[in-house]
């Protein structure tokens, strides 16, 4: 069974539900031939604090471009997937932020990433954004918030310490 | 709109709804009637005793309601013997209702029906004074089944400086809110228990005991808000903080036959009031009765910390709702979380190179 991970955050808690997390395992790149997956990450917010439940992520899609050092979301499913949660729940999920692996032991982001992270968000209306990057020793998370031009780590989770 | 919200909506839900208190006193007061009308049957005054009287009334699960009344004869209690006055009141009450009257170790109870069930009973508890000219005397409780018993007796007794002892905790109309979450808290261990316990025997532990624990070892949380000018309370950090309190006072008793660990709590009733002497209020609860109960106790703690730890609200309700049972709410997802943009990049280029 896996465990759900609670993130103490700035004035806040994170949690990752423990499908997103079991999820996430399942795509690590353990072998040289394995390429990245990714997707996005959609949670909801606390109404009686500001903690942050990130429930659902999305799974690469047929039309996503993956190889071994790349990803790209480009298949419209992950759009569509999220479209159809924020109507049936009358608009309280939203999206946080990117996914995805990286075929080394304790990720870092690369400018690739650093780029992406920057546009999303100066595009985004929200005022931060989270990724996650998952390797094949950890899975890292870090804080991107507007106007600020580098991402904060908030939070590492060693695989062999949580229940997979 | 917290945790705190679904907190009161749980408390609003098991507070002794005042309709059935209505018709509890209606028929109470119509058994005192009786009385008083009766010959052989002293003058007496009633007061209210037990939860009723403490504001700590809670619904009972598959139980009956009932009504403690305190009945102080103005007779001497060396003129009668303990149990003069209870076979006369259960000569006079045991055809009023359907179900009679019965009499027992610290009362006479008189049960009603609802429906064809048994809804509700009134307990009878009959004092007397050690003077009868002076009110202020030491009272006695009538304790027993027959005149045959070695237990029947005259015991020394308090009810009105216990009923006082309580409702004095938290006075006046500064401590309102104080007060407020101190009731609280006590009708939500009281639900817990009657969730937890049989109400058969001696396996639950006394609510007057977890009531005395309360008035002598509860801590109001709460922090003030200073955006909002007004303390904000916390029931949660309280009920966990006051259940740790209770878990504080099992001592280890030694291990039974069966090779379990046994463990004992002993909370004597205030000293400072007119009771006998060895008033553990948890004496009639067995070594393995009383172990059963901290059992329950360290799995409570255990289980409101998982609930602290959560940091989903709609986890935490259905965390709460295991503990205390199907009273306690659980909001839909869509009602417990903040409206939202609806906002997504149309697409997203990630690598390691």
Not at chain 1, 13 to 25: A, Q, S, V, W
Not at chain 2, 147 to 157: A, G, L, Q, R
Not at chain 2, 171 to 190: L, M, P, T, W
């Amino acid at each position: 069974m896996v465990c759900a991970v609670i993130i103490n955050a700035e004035n806040k808690r994170i949690k990752l539900c423990n499908e997103i997390i079991g999820l996430m395992y399942g795509y690590i790149q353990w072998n040289s031939y394995d390429t990245e997956a990714g997707g996005i990450i959609l949670g909801r917010e606390n109404l009686g604090n500001d903690n942050l439940i990130f429930e659902f992520i999305t799974k690469p899609m047929k039309k996503d471009i993956r190889t071994k050092n790349r990803f790209l979301r480009k298949d419209s499913e992950h759009i569509e997937f999220y479209k159809q949660l924020y109507s049936k729940h009358n608009g309280v999920y939203a999206y946080y932020g990117e996914w995805h692996t990286h075929p080394e032991d304790i990720p870092h982001y690369s400018i690739i990433d650093l780029t992406n992270w920057r546009k999303i968000s100066k595009e985004d209306p929200k005022e931060m954004q989270y990724h996650i990057i998952v390797g094949r020793k950890q899975l890292r998370i870090w804080e991107m918030r507007k106007k600020c031009f580098m991402p904060k780590l908030v939070c590492e989770v060693k695989w062999d310490e949580i229940n997979i | 709109m917290s945790l705190q919200k679904y907190f009161k909506e749980f408390n609003e839900k098991i507070k002794m709804d005042y309709d059935v208190k209505s018709e509890l006193k209606d028929k109470r007061d119509i058994l005192l009637e009786i009385l008083r009308n009766a010959e052989g049957i002293p003058a007496f005054k009633k007061f209210d005793q037990g939860s009723y009287s403490m504001y700590l009334g809670v619904e009972p699960l598959d139980k009956e309601y009932d009504i403690d009344v305190g009945l102080r004869f103005q007779v001497n209690c060396d003129d009668y013997a303990p149990m003069d006055l209870k076979d006369k009141i259960y000569d006079l009450l045991k055809d009023h209702t359907d179900y009679g009257a019965t009499i027992k170790k610290p009362c006479v109870t008189v049960t009603y029906k609802k429906d064809g069930e048994a809804a509700y009973h009134v307990d009878l508890v009959v004092y007397t004074y050690a003077d009868k000219d002076d009110t202020d005397s030491q009272l006695y409780l009538a304790r027993g089944k027959n005149s045959e018993s070695d237990e029947t007796c005259w015991e020394k007794s308090d009810p009105v400086g216990l009923v006082n002892y309580v409702n004095d905790k938290y006075k006046g109309d500064d401590a309102k809110e104080d007060r407020e979450q101190f009731r609280r808290i006590i009708r939500y261990f009281k639900r817990w228990k009657n969730k937890k316990f049989s109400s058969s025997g001696n396996a639950e532990p006394p609510s007057i005991g977890i009531t005395l624990i309360a008035v002598d070892k509860f801590e109001v949380s709460k922090k003030y808000d200073y955006l909002e000018e007004k303390y904000i309370y916390d029931d949660l950090d309280a009920v966990l903080n006051f259940a740790k309190e209770i878990k504080d006072l099992f001592k280890f008793n030694g291990i039974s036959e069966s090779g379990r660990c046994l463990y004992s709590i002993e909370y004597d009733l205030p000293s400072e009031l007119k009771f006998d002497e060895n008033t553990n209020v948890f004496k009639k609860m067995s070594d393995n009765y009383m172990t059963d109960f901290k059992e329950k106790v360290d799995a409570l703690v255990t289980d409101l910390e998982a609930v602290k730890n959560e940091a989903d609200e709609v986890e935490q309700c259905k965390k709460l709702n295991k503990i205390f049972g199907d009273d306690f709410p659980i909001p839909e997802v869509d009602n417990a979380a903040k409206q939202q943009m609806c906002y997504i990049p149309p697409t997203s280029s990630s690598g390691a190179r």
